[in-house]
Nanobody, 116 residues
Framework: QVQLVESGGGLVQPGGSLKLSCTAS????????MNWYRQAPGKGREFVAA????????LLADSVKGRFTISRDNEQNTLSLEMNSVKAEDTGVYYC?????????WGQGTQVTVSS
């Protein structure tokens, strides 16, 4: 059974840092490109970051460039998103997505709230 489980969300003050993780199981993690998306209250799901199967070809949305870093560990089947200098507009539910020949899978999301 394919599972993607996000963790690490919470309340953080503006300017602070947070690290999100996504733990994968039930499929060959290294065969899938991985993405992070987020959804703010009342808005659609928005692309945040992407990374290739081997940990290469990292891509970040303009809104998070210079502040967020995406990485993966194919030995531990985990995807990470390091969030620095967070802003109120970073608030939302963060989802990880696996994309590959076998399908397209989503996690349930983890809430990030940036507020003082």
């Amino acid at each position: 059974q394919v599972q993607l489980v996000e963790s690490g969300g919470g309340l953080v003050q503006p300017g602070g840092s947070l690290k999100l993780s996504c733990t994968a199981s039930g499929f060959t993690f290294s065969a899938y490109a991985m993405n992070w998306y987020r959804q703010a209250p009342g808005k659609g799901r928005e692309f945040v970051a992407a990374i290739g199967r081997a940990g290469d070809n990292a891509l970040l949305a303009d809104s998070v460039k210079g502040r967020f870093t995406i990485s993966r560990d194919n030995e531990q089947n985990t995807l990470s998103l390091e969030m620095n200098s967070v802003k109120a507009e970073d608030t939302g539910v963060y989802y990880c997505q696996a994309v590959g020949a076998g399908g397209n899978y989503w996690g349930q999301g983890t809430q990030v709230t940036v507020s003082s």
